[in-house]
């Protein structure tokens, strides 16, 4: 497994985030200890979770199941919990109603520890001032239940304002960033205006749908039966229209010359990037962790022209 730092923060974290979106409350609970362990013993170390509503039908709870479902695995798991870096969501849902120390203790209840290595700040709810959240973000690090905090899908513009009001006055500045970023979805983080903050304010990029839902496999491309069974049919048409079913294509016979699968190819294109400190996926089966894992191999021979190409797309 390879280790990278977390943007500013003194976080190692390995190249993959094991993430709980919609994965552990589908599955026999053994089976889902069976992945939860095998990402463990595969070097993992970085893990995600967030408050779900729940989309079962017959959870205990309406929203957060997903938060106690994590907790009893990492229990049963018996792995040291301080040798894990534990990311979560910040919603605001209920802000400003609800607290930010209110909103982590009922995380925090639900998953039954006592702090969170980070957590992702949804975009600030319209009219509440950029300070009084910064304020709030650096008095919950202070009280030690948050170890540092991120972003989930802000603007650079309004990044950079966070970064600066921080720095001018003396507050916990953002380390981390969760955007959607593929070989399909380059922008924003490919965007100029938002490299430059990332790279200048010490934000790490923990990337997200890096497969772009499952297309970036390739398997859609190979079963058109599949293709309409995953998706919506004015999504095919949309995608149809922007060429993305033949840029698949392309990213096919690039990782067919590397002897490698489309997804791990995707892959490694994203950690290429010098700004990107681990890409987060889920899994339903152990072997998935161990196929995306080998995009680490694959993105040591990216050279010079196989990223150019690839930027092509």
Not at 148 to 158: K, M, S
Not at 281 to 309: H, W
Request: charged share 25%.
């Amino acid at each position: 497994m390879e280790y990278r730092k977390l943007g500013s923060s003194d976080l190692e974290v390995s190249a993959f985030a094991l993430g709980s979106w919609m994965t552990y409350e589908f599955m026999d609970q053994d089976d889902a200890l069976n992945v939860f362990k095998s990402g463990l013993d595969q070097g993992l170390n970085f893990l995600d979770d967030a408050r779900y509503d729940d989309r079962t039908g017959h959870a205990p709870l309406k929203s957060g199941y997903s938060e106690v479902l994590f907790g009893q695995l990492l229990r049963k798991s018996g792995a040291n919990r301080n040798d894990l870096v534990i990311g979560n969501k910040l919603w605001l849902e209920f802000y400003p109603g609800q607290s930010l120390e209110e909103e982590i203790d009922g995380s925090l209840g639900r998953m039954q520890m006592e702090y969170l290595d980070l957590a992702y700040c949804a975009t600030p709810p319209t009219g509440v001032p950029l300070a009084d959240l910064l304020r709030q973000l650096d008095a919950l690090i202070k009280t030690g239940k948050l170890r540092y905090w991120g972003v989930l899908n802000w603007p650079a513009e309004q990044l950079a304002q966070a970064y600066e009001l921080a720095a001018r006055e003396g507050l916990s500045a953002p380390v981390a960033s969760q955007p959607a970023y593929s070989l399909l979805t380059k922008s924003p983080v490919e965007d100029p205006q938002t490299a430059r903050v990332y790279r200048e304010g010490g934000i790490g990029i923990v990337a997200s749908f890096t497969l772009y839902g499952g297309l970036l496999t390739g398997k859609y491309n190979r079963d058109a039966r599949v293709l309409n069974t995953r998706f919506k049919p004015e999504d095919i048409e949309n995608m149809r229209e922007k060429g993305l079913l033949e840029k698949v294509d392309r990213v096919i016979e690039i990782a067919q010359s590397l002897g490698c699968t489309p997804a791990q190819l995707a892959m490694a294109y994203v950690l290429k990037n010098p700004q990107v400190a681990s890409i987060l996926f889920g899994a339903k089966k152990p072997a998935q962790i161990e196929d995306n894992l080998k995009a680490l191999e694959v993105a040591a021979r990216l050279d010079d022209t196989i990223m150019a190409n690839l930027r092509e797309l």
